[in-house]
RNA sequence: GCGGACGUGGCGAAACCGGUAGACGCAGCAGACUUAAAAUCUGUUUUUCGUAAGAAAGUGCGGGUUCGAGUCCCGCCGUCCGCACCA
């Protein structure tokens, strides 16, 4: 061995392979191949400007499974693309004055050349962005069918609003009740907004996860609670002395009603607002209600509030049970009826309402086993099954006997019926945003809203705004948004708000079987070939809106005529973080890991200042934690391949990844020793046509191993067991290496070794 | 509060159907090669006792089922995650 050609060029290799790849269009697919077909998809990255570890680890679980389906024979569509329109681009623009289109496709640009050294088996013809007027075009006549079909409307609802930035903001984007940037106490405000019908599709969502088999259970089982159905009672209330007006509430308790003791309507219930209209007092305790804002650190501390209206209820189910109305602030006007019954002997919630207002406690259910007289209710409601008590011709009955017969009841009598509920709300829609797609509605003051004819789509956004000012640079465009109305003509507005970006990540995995189809966005055939995807990868914080909206979406677009199938994803693996410890100096600044070092006595210094420096808990590698490891570094270094083996070695898939220094080593090492092994082999290699000898002794059992290891390795493969996977390569090469050189055949089975090693390695 | 997952050496982990606990790797220790270092190779490495052969204990804690439990059942403790005024 020479000192310069005893290791591995890394740099050397991947390029020329990868060019090698890149040259021959090695993994382009056509549409019309004969071989069984395979999808494999990772969720796309927003072009943020940079790669990062956990973009490596998505990427390289991706990629193995797509050079694996390969090696099986199958055709394997496996592309890439940007979820290029979103907020951070609108934020450069503000911070900057860098218009939003060049930061994006600057970064694109970017992020393609940092993904390209890092060999991944992509389809690059099939490289899609979003913010393209050739893919958001598609999008927009997708709006406009789902118009026409019911699936699309538009009403008043209530939203977060920042005064400050003059925007809607998320739930998310909504801090202790105030807007994450401005610090402005956010305001609850009736708005004008596009929806998407996903509550018509809740029943088949949550059927359809029964079928997805190949998902996490826990992916199922937070999109269930997430629809959230309950199965219940909508039953009437009459008002005492009232003839014009009832209030229809919604139980899944209607076992409880006789131990009822008020109604509760929610602030911006009708009936409460045209209380208000007669009584100041109820008017500013309205006020004070949508003053709240919905986030949990409010809804923690708030205190049951009521105000009592003076008007009385008549349980209809209990005659002559007469139950004071109250205005409550707990009681939400989204879910079932924004109305309730309390039952406080059997819900925390309105026991702790009735002893603020000293209201009646009677309990109607009785644990199991115990009399009647001895239930006593304190501080703690009974919501357990058990049996019926102070419940007239009810008594004895088990609380699921007695729900199927008061329901029963109200719906002979009229007064109510047996209903489903969904917790599932339908989808806004509209972003009072520049940077998204536009959604191509005209306002015309005589025709109402109107679709922007086909013929004239794309809508396309204009390029000469400004961000100068808060708010929605489509609006204060000056000639942008006039147009002339496409019915009769008189002058009209275009819609300035834009699609939330889930808009776009819902149907993209469909986009990428047909890249470049102008005429439908899907070509049917195409799609017909490919989906469903069979195996999407990415991180569990999409479990539910992305996963949610995109299984929608599919069924929509089944509706629409676009598409042939109900589950866009079959397969889901959910892949945990990438980690790393953090470091603080002692005067508290967090530390770049580069920036300290470990002595010999395993303390951890600063490197500059020689200073201790503070090591924290691993947490997910994050900007601001500083935690991070630039990949574009550790490729330069090591190369992909090591960054690749790394990213499978330890962990498996679903679970946490620790980075570290020394793990990323050690996968180095192993690609070195490989190469190695291949270079330099311990005995001549018999030559490649040759005839398999008789083997015996120790040749024989590595024989053995080798084809052991083929089967489980694959075996590994199919079941993510990525860690097993190299492990049982690691012992497989440990083998070969043992193979004493001068054994009988040795030649041979070292040769199958390690073109085996090579191949699974690979 | 509700729902879920997890808990195995110094560390990341493996153990598929209840059958030799700790594969594979990291770190450590000892050795070989070297003037030396790096790299590489060899050995060793769960804990306690023992010079050793060996013995005993051991998968968060306490019980149970079983010929046999990391694995199954019951009850705790801890960590993490999701949802949360959902009637």
Known sequence: MSGTDDRYNVKETESKWQSVWAERNCFHVQNDGQNPKFYVLEMFPYPSGRIHMGHVRNYALGDVLARYKRARGFD?????????????????AIERGVHPAKWTYENIAAMRAQLKPMGLSYDWEREIATCDPDYYRHEQKMFLDFLKAGLAYRKESWVNWDPVENTVLANEQVIDGRGWRSGAPVERRLLSQWFLKITEFAEDLLNGLKTLERWPDRVRLMQENWIGRSEGLR???????????????????????????????????????????????????????????????????AEKKGFATGLTALNPIVEGQKLPVYVANFVLMDYGTGAVFGCPAHDQRDLDFARKYGLSVTPVVAPPGVAASDVIIGDEAFTEPGVLINSGPFDGLSVAD???????????????????????????????????????????????????????????????????????????????????????????????????????????????????????????????????????????EH????????????????????LDIDEPFTGLLTQGMVCHETYKSEDGHWLFPEEVEKTD?????????????????????????????????????YGADTARLFMLSDSPPERDLEWTAAGIEGAFRFVNRLWRMVMFPAAPLAPKESVIPALSGEALALRRQIHKTIVAVSEDLERFHYNRAVARIRELANAVADLPPETEGAGWVLREGLETLVQLAG
């Not at 006595?601 to 991070?628: C, D, F, H, T, W």
């Open 402 to 540: 007695a729900k199927a017969q008061m329901i029963d009841i109200a719906e002979e009598r009229g007064i109510g019926q047996r209903s489903v509920n969904y917790r599932l709300r339908d989808w806004g829609v509209s972003r009072q945003r520049y940077w998204g797609c536009s959604i191509p509605i005209i306002y015309c003051p005589d025709c109402g809203a109107v679709p922007v004819p086909e013929t004239d789509l794309p809508v396309r956004l204009p390029e000469d705004v400004t961000f100068d000012k808060p708010g929605n640079p489509l609006a204060r465009h000056p000639t942008w948004k006039h147009v002339s109305c496409p019915h009769c003509g008189k002058p009209a507005e275009r819609e300035t708000d834009t699609f939330d970006t889930f808009f776009e990540s819902s149907w993209y995995f469909a986009r990428y079987c047909s890249p470049k189809d102008q005429s439908q966005g899907i070509d049917p055939k195409a799609a017909a070939r490919w989906l469903p995807v069979d195996q999407y990868i990415g991180g569990i």
């Open 601 to 637: 006595g395993g303390r951890v210094i600063v490197s500059a200042s020689g200073q201790p420096a503070l090591v924290g808990r691993s947490e997910k590698m994050s900007k601001s934690k500083r935690n991070v490891v630039d990949p574009d570094a550790i490729i330069r270094t």
């Open 235 to 301: 039953l009437f209330f009459d008002l005492d002395g009232m003839t014009d007006s009832r209030i229809e509430v919604y139980t899944t308790r209607p076992d409880t009603l006789y131990g009822a003791s008020f109604v509760a309507i929610a602030a911006n219930h009708p009936l409460a607002i045209k209380l208000a209209e007669t009584n100041p007092e109820l008017a500013s305790f309205i006020a004070e209600c949508n003053r709240l804002g919905t986030s949990e650190a409010v809804l923690e501390t």
């Open 76 to 92: 394997v569509l496996y592309p890439m693309g940007w979820d290029a329109f979103g907020l951070p681009a609108e934020n450069a």
């Open 543 to 562: 479990a539910i809106l992305h996963l949610l909206y995109a299984r929608f979406f599919t069924r929509a677009l089944k509706r629409c005529g676009y």
